[in-house]
C-alpha cells in the first residue's frame, strides 16, 4: 500500500472519478445482449439467475429454459413463484443422458428443449431468454452449433439471450457479447461437505 | 465426438451415473461455508445474490451488507422487497472512495459496515450473511485483513459467509471453502454498450 497524504488522495480519486465519468459518457448505446458463462467454476447458474431477478424486478419478463435437470433450484422456484407473471420457467432436462443412457432420447429432448428456446427469442413478449447448461449439450453434439449461433445471432436487436454451461463453443463466444468464464478455485465437495440448501439448491 | 453404439453408450452413461453417486455418497457433511467470489469478471455479486435467492426461497434469514454503492441494484431490490422478512439489506457503502474523496470518512464507513456484518454474523438469525464488496475497502486497507479473517473462521459452524470483489487477500482465500473466480474474456462496454436494465441494474 502506497503511503498518501490526504490530500494526494483526493487527487488520485478525483482523476479516477473523472476518468469513471469520461468513459462512461461514451457508453451510449442500448441492446439486447447476448451472454455467455462458462467454466468449470461455480456461479454460471447462479449468476445467471440473478440476472433473471434484476429483469423481472424491472418488470420484464423472462424465460428459462433448462437443458440440465436441477439448474433451478427449490430455492429459486420458491422466489420465482412469488413473480409467475414475469418468469416461464420450462425444465426440459428431465432424465437427461447419464439418467436415461438412452442417447436418442436425449438428442430429442435437447432438439425439444431447443425449439422452446427459440420460441421464446421470437416471441416480443420476452425481454431476456436464459438457455441455462445449454453448452452441455453443445459439448455432447446433441444440437448443431452453428444452428445455436444462428438463431442467437438473427435475433432482436433489443433482446438479452444468456447461455451457460462448461466447455462454451468458440463459435458461440465469438458470437457473444459479454463472455465470463467461471474458475473454480477451491471447492469444499473435495473435502466431504455436502449440496446445502440455500448452496447448492 | 467419438462414435459409440447406442449400446456402449448406454454402458459409458451407466458407469458415470455409478461413479457421481460413488462421490456423492461421501459427501455427508453440513456446515457453513465460506464463500468467496473474486476476480475482474462479472457474476461476482449477482451469483451471491443468486445464493440469497435460494436461502430465502428455503425461508432461511439472510442478511447483506453492501459496502460499494450500487452492489445490489434497483431489479434486485424490487424482488427482495417481497421477501422482507427474510432479507435485511444494509447499503453501507454510499458516497464511498472516488466520490467522497475523503480518505478518513471512508475509512470510518468501512468500519462502520464491517461492524454490521459482525453483528450480523453473530446473530442466530441469520443463516447467510453476504459481505458484498468487502474485498474493494481490504484493498484499500480501510481494515485490516487479519481482523476479518478472524472474524469469519469464529464464527457458528451452520452459518454461511459469502464476500465478494475483486483482489481477494490471499489470507481469506486460504481461509475459505469455496474460492471462485470471475474471468472476464469479453465485455460489451468496449464496443460502447452502456450499462442496461435487468443486465447491470
Known amino acids: 500500500m502506497i503511503e498518501r497524504t490526504p490530500e494526494q488522495h483526493a487527487e488520485k480519486m478525483k482523476k479516477k472519478q473523472a476518468a469513471h465519468d469520461k468513459i462512461m459518457a461514451t457508453k451510449t448505446q442500448e441492446k439486447g445482449l447476448l451472454i455467455v458463462h462458462t467454466g468449470k467454476g461455480k456461479g454460471k447458474t447462479t449468476a445467471a439467475l440473478g440476472m433473471v431477478v434484476r429483469a423481472i424486478g424491472h418488470g420484464k419478463k423472462v424465460g428459462v429454459v433448462q437443458f440440465v435437470k436441477g439448474a433451478m433450484t427449490t430455492g429459486e422456484k420458491a422466489v420465482f413463484d412469488a413473480f409467475r407473471d414475469h418468469v416461464t420457467f420450462k425444465p426440459m432436462g428431465e432424465g437427461f443422458t447419464w439418467n436415461t443412457q438412452d442417447k436418442t432420447r436425449d ?55 444468456i447461455i451457460t454451461g462448461r466447455n462454451a463453443p468458440e463459435a458461440l463466444m465469438e458470437a457473444a457479447d459479454l463472455v465470463t468464464e467461471m474458475t473454480l ?11 446445502q440448501a440455500g448452496i447448492e439448491y
Not at 422452446?116 to 448443431?144: G, Q, S, T
Request: proline letters at 5%; glycine letters at 2%; zero cysteines.
Open 185 to 195: 478455485i477451491k471447492h469444499p465437495f473435495r473435502s466431504g461437505v455436502k449440496a
Open 107 to 161: 438428442i430429442a429432448l435437447a432438439r425439444e428443449a431447443w425449439e422452446e428456446v427459440k420460441r421464446m427469442i421470437a416471441d416480443p413478449a420476452y425481454a431476456m431468454v436464459l438457455a441455462d447448461e445449454l453448452n452441455i449439450v453443445l459439448r455432447y453434439d446433441y444440437l448443431p452449433v452453428d444452428e445455436v449461433v444462428a438463431a442467437v445471432t438473427d435475433r432482436d436487436e433489443m433482446k438479452h439471450v
